[in-house]
């Protein structure tokens, strides 16, 4: 397969959203460690990091034709991620089986007020069934997948620093003490 200039426009970019997902992520599990805080400003950082961190995953994994994703790669060029999914065990049809749920979640609650939605958007989420660990198997396995390609391509995969939940439990500590 000749790459195209779209195809690895796209790799960068997928790589970039799976950066802000893995970091984003590390965070949400470090404020998770604190269990429970009574500062407004912690919870509101919580609430929108996992906005945030829903957004860039329905990125990563939007489905439609016209979106340069994950499954625009995909379509693409399948043999280096199936070659991936062999090698770390991992079976790409349930990126398939997370791609519906997220879909579900974007079109009855996180991008619009969906007048069905609405009623019971709880209902929503539980419907879609998506648990953290199985999305995050799915963003851990893109990764994964996606910077394999890069790193074949001789490209840069963009660095995840040496953030772990963890420095950001202590952050949190930090903020909730007033200590900057």
């Not at 001789?154 to 040496?162: A, F, H, K, R």
Request: one cysteine or more; charged letters at 25%; hydrophobic letters at 45%.
């Amino acid at each position: 397969m000749a790459a195209s200039s779209r195809y690895e426009s796209a790799l960068e970019r997928n790589l970039a959203e799976l950066q802000k997902a893995l970091l984003i992520r590390a965070t949400l599990l470090g404020i998770e460690k604190h269990r429970y805080t009574t500062q407004v400003f912690i919870r509101v950082i919580r609430d929108a990091l996992h906005n945030d961190h829903m957004s860039h995953a329905i990125k990563i994994f939007e489905q439609s034709s016209k979106a340069a994703s994950f499954w625009y790669l995909y379509r693409t060029d399948p043999g280096p991620i199936d070659k991936y999914a062999l090698q770390v065990g991992y079976d790409v049809g349930e990126l398939q089986i997370v791609a519906d749920k997220l879909k579900a979640i974007r079109n009855g609650s996180h991008f619009h007020i969906d007048k069905t939605g609405v009623l019971d958007p709880k209902l929503v989420w539980s419907g879609a069934a998506l648990t953290g660990k199985e999305l995050g198997a799915a963003i851990d396995f893109a990764w994964g997948a996606l910077s394999a390609i890069q790193k074949a391509k001789g490209g840069e995969v963009p660095s995840l620093l040496d953030y772990t939940p963890d420095a950001a439990l202590a952050a949190v500590k930090r903020v909730e003490c007033g200590d900057p």
